[in-house]
């Protein structure tokens, strides 16, 4: 089984500071690297997929960057609209499994 | 637009067998090669995934609790299914049901509880 691990566990921003959460892998998970955003009392909302391919409807500011073992999300120009929990999650082979989560708070 | 709903009983006995269904819509599983996946989150803690099934039937489980999972698909309904055995009150959680790793229902909450 694949670890993920983040870090921080825990960051307290500014507006239009730029955030950067870090996830690293156990194992090469190749390009099967995901980031989800999730709100208190709402479903996680994938946010970057494939660690760097953006999803419609997900402001620009948000971006995945990595390889390998180690990735990074990157949001630039934090609103407030982005406090939530970040997760990573991999899905390059079974157990899929996902990281311990980032808070983000503003 | 594809959507999926989870269903099933809110809250469950220690020692029963939770079953929830997942009903989508605006996609085919028969006619689609997704992942039908089921993912739960106990309150004020992080994701877990549970497993996997693809049209074809196969599945693949979270070693953790595969001694204790079933996930099913029917086509002829459009959905799939969790049952998990032998619950205690650890599995009491947040269940969704997604499509591969971007379409999420909105969740439904079991307690196990007597």
């Known amino acids: 089984e694949i670890v993920l691990t983040q870090s921080p566990e825990f960051q307290s921003v500014t507006p239009k500071e730029k955030v950067t959460i870090t996830c690293r892998a156990s194992?090469?998970?190749?390009?099967?690297l995901h980031w989800y955003q999730q709100r208190p009392d709402q479903s996680p909302k994938l946010v970057i997929r494939d660690v760097s391919r953006s999803i419609s409807g997900v402001p620009s500011r948000f971006s995945g960057s990595g390889s390998g073992t180690d990735f990074t999300l990157t949001i630039s120009g934090l609103e407030a609209e982005d406090a939530a929990t970040y997760y990573c999650h991999h899905s390059s082979n079974y157990p899929w499994t996902f990281g311990p989560g980032t808070k983000v708070e503003i | 637009q594809v959507q999926l709903q989870e269903s099933g009983p809110g809250l469950v006995k220690p020692s029963e067998t939770l079953s929830l269904t997942c009903d989508v819509s605006?996609?085919?599983?028969?006619?689609?090669?997704?992942?039908w996946v089921w993912i739960r989150q106990p309150p004020g803690k992080g994701l877990e995934w549970i497993g996997v099934?693809?049209?074809?039937?196969?599945?693949f489980y979270n070693p953790s609790l595969e001694s204790r999972v079933t996930i099913s698909v029917d086509t002829s309904r459009n959905q799939f299914s969790l049952k998990l055995a032998s619950v205690t009150a650890s599995d009491t959680a947040m269940y969704y049901c997604?499509?591969?790793?971007?379409?999420w229902g909105q969740g439904t909450m079991v307690t196990v509880s007597s």
């Open positions: 099934v693809r049209k074809s039937g196969n599945t």
């Open positions: 997604v499509r591969n790793v971007e379409k």
């Open positions: 605006g996609d085919s599983i028969v006619n689609s090669n997704h992942y």
């Open positions: 194992q090469n998970v190749g390009t099967g």
